[in-house]
């Protein structure tokens, strides 16, 4: 005999709402991991256009007349990339601000201030990116 439960709707799409700071972390951080992970592949795959620099004599690669360094220059010309760098910078140091919390949250330290702290991991990774920005988009225009 199987008895069968009322579980209410499959998804309350609504209750986004009701998230705290800690599951804003946590879905933050999820997201932020796979982003990085993509950027990984993504970057790999740029990457592996060295490999026919190495054929290249010393000459050509001193010009920046081989693949690899006018892929380089060809992405860092489009000013989209550019912006997508400061979005990475940003994602990467959110990932590694909350995990150093969740780091020292793990160790019993700061407990009590979860919500400070990574409000404070929020505002600290927007203050990085803020101050890299112009570094970032500099000759871009």
């Known amino acids: 005999m199987s008895q069968s439960y009322d579980r209410g709707l499959i998804e309350d799409f609504g209750r986004w709402r009701e998230f705290s700071a800690g599951m804003w972390a946590w879905v933050f951080h999820k997201f932020t991991g796979w982003v990085l992970i993509a950027y990984l592949f993504t970057h790999i795959s740029v990457l592996s256009t060295a490999l026919p620099a190495a054929d290249a004599s010393a000459a050509v690669i ?49 407990l009590e201030q979860q919500d400070k702290s990574f409000y404070a991991s929020l505002v600290l990774t927007g203050a990085i990116v803020v101050a890299s920005v112009p570094t970032f988009l500099s000759g871009a225009f």
Not at 74 to 93: D, T, W, Y
Not at 97 to 102: D, I
């Open 62 to 110: 001193a010009n920046g007349e081989d693949i690899y360094t006018q892929t380089l220059h060809g992405l860092e010309s489009i000013v989209i990339v550019r912006f997508l760098e400061v979005g990475l910078l940003a994602v990467a140091v959110f990932h590694i601000l909350n995990g150093v919390r969740l780091l020292l949250v793990d160790l019993g330290l700061g």
